[in-house]
């Protein structure tokens, strides 16, 4: 019949025929007791403010107190210790009042015995366990209510307002007594009662159940308020026994969302209205522009014989040809930003960069230029075919036409994997870039670096929106009279 090693017991009992009795009980209980017996109410207080016990018997009539009185002030005083009541009184009342007061049993001194106290001792030192931890996880959730800064309220089943955090009340201006225990249906926006009213009714039905919201609500003195709130079914947990409302003021996030959403609307009505004026302007361009090339065909400047009408003549054709090359070059642009759909196959770097110096054949004379490749480390990519002989084009041709006159072009070109996206390094030792110059206008549209009459500045560009429109990137690391490398990463696409 032991229950611990070792047990501290306080007994306050005036009957020296009950303590040697209830004596008797715990030593026969307990391998171990220790027991301190007090006479009077006001020496068991003194001992309850010195010590600690791991459970008080209490007897109700005392020479200095009677009933109710000396169960609260035991109370106040055992901290963690259950405290059961011995009494010669069989009052049924008296036993339900003393128990609702907060002591773990109330016992008949008649009816017990060894085994009977051994079971009152064992399920209230349960119970009371089980009710401090009740005791301090209420505490804890109190704690958090009273201290942050979100608005928490306890709201009960038929949606009274339990209680509401300092700063809830702050957030919609709330008073409890001005709006009679409730939240006001009325202040809710009338495009918003609905939801709250069926998010409430549908989080109480079911225990544990969480629903997030957001809603508008009429705060006084300052109009609709947007509020995010969570509902928290809590009714069945003894610490709460309340639907939790969770809610904080984020008007101005909503407020900022809708300006942003307005923004992207202008954005994008005025991105289609440009894609639609460079699709006018181009199409409406190209007649006139290939009228002019005509006539430019048919003007045989060499026949003419005044100088100046030569001259205008000759500037004619350059500004015709030029207006072509340019109309040419936003066509391109164009067509590359607006393709949604792509042809993807499997590329050989190998055959494509052979291509290309094929069909470069005469700018690439091998007598001035060294092309050098190795694509054994990753031999092939998924990509557009006309995407990657365009991008290498462009760089052949940069690297060209900004070569170094003091010594021979050597152009190297490799490939290599970097988790599973594919890497191509394009390489040459012409006359380069300083960086800290051009880092930031590089890749911009008719940015050029170099003084070259021939240099458009738009071949980079092209580069990066065909590289960027398959998901890729493109970086440059370039030094003065040393060269230039790109490095485009090309993402890992399936087909």
């Known amino acids: ?18 303590f040697m009795l209830v004596e008797d009980y715990l030593t026969e209980i ?4 220790e027991i301190t017996h007090c006479w009077l109410l006001e020496e068991a207080l003194v001992s309850l403010r010195k010590n600690e016990y791991d459970v008080v018997l209490l007897d109700l009539s005392l020479p200095d107190s009677n009933g109710k009185g000396s169960i609260l002030e035991i109370l106040s005083l055992a901290k963690e210790a259950p405290v ?3 009494t010669g009184r069989a009052d049924k009342q008296l036993a339900i009042d003393t128990l609702q007061l907060g002591v773990e049993d109330y016992l008949v001194k008649d009816e017990v015995n060894a085994t009977v106290l051994q079971k009152s001792i064992s399920y209230g030192i ?19 209510i009273a201290n942050s800064t979100d608005g928490f309220a306890l709201i009960g089943a038929n949606g009274n307002i339990l209680e509401i955090s300092s700063f809830g009340k702050e957030i919609i201006g709330f008073n409890l007594a001005e709006n009679d225990g409730f939240f006001r249906v009325e202040f809710l926006h009338p495009d918003h009662r609905t939801a709250v009213i069926s998010t409430f009714s549908e989080v109480i039905k079911k225990p544990g159940k969480i629903k997030l919201l957001e809603f508008k609500y009429k705060i006084r003195n300052a109009g609709y308020r947007w509020l995010e709130s969570t509902f ?12 939790v409302l969770n809610y904080r003021d984020i008007t101005k996030r909503k407020n900022e969302e809708e300006e942003r959403n307005i923004l992207i609307e202008e954005l994008l009505q005025t991105n289609a209205d440009l894609k639609q004026f460079g699709y006018i302007t181009s199409h409406n361009l190209r007649a006139p522009v290939t009228n002019l090339l005509s006539i430019v065909d048919l003007l ?3 026949k003419i014989s005044d100088i100046k009408t030569k001259s205008l003549v ?5 500004a015709s040809f030029q207006l072509n090359d340019t109309l040419n070059d936003l066509i391109n642009v164009l067509v590359i930003r607006e393709k949604k759909y792509v042809a993807l196959h499997k590329i050989s770097f190998q055959e494509t960069v052979e291509k290309n110096i094929h069909n470069l054949r005469e700018l690439l004379n091998t007598e001035s230029i060294s092309i050098s490749t190795d694509f054994s480390a990753a031999p ?3 990509f557009d075919p006309s995407y990657l002989e365009s991008i290498l084009i462009n760089l052949f041709t940069n690297s060209i036409k900004f070569a170094s006159p003091d010594r021979k072009l050597q152009i190297s070109i490799i490939s290599h994997k970097l988790g599973e996206d594919t890497i191509l390094e394009f390489t040459d030792n012409g006359l380069g870039m300083n960086m800290k110059n051009v880092k930031d206008r590089i890749f911009g549209l008719y940015q050029r670096f170099h003084e070259r009459s021939d240099s458009k500045g738009i071949g980079l560009y092209l580069i990066q929106s065909q590289v960027t429109a398959l998901g890729g990137k493109i970086t440059v690391d370039s030094e003065v009279d040393k060269g230039t490398t790109f490095s485009i990463t090309f993402k890992n696409h399936q087909i």
Do not use: C, H
């Open 380 to 382: 092939s990519i998924v």
């Open 30 to 33: 307990f391998d171990s007791v």
């Open 1 to 18: 019949m032991q229950l611990v090693k070792r047990f501290n017991v306080l007994l306050i009992e005036d009957s020296e025929g009950d």
């Open 232 to 243: 928290y079914n809590l009714l069945e947990d003894p610490a709460v026994k309340a639907v």
């Open 84 to 86: 059961i009541v011995l």
């Open 126 to 144: 349960e119970r009371n366990k089980f009710r401090l931890i009740i005791s301090n996880s209420e505490k804890r959730f109190r704690s958090i």
């Open 300 to 302: 045989e400047s060499d």
């Open 314 to 318: 000759d500037a004619f054709k350059t």
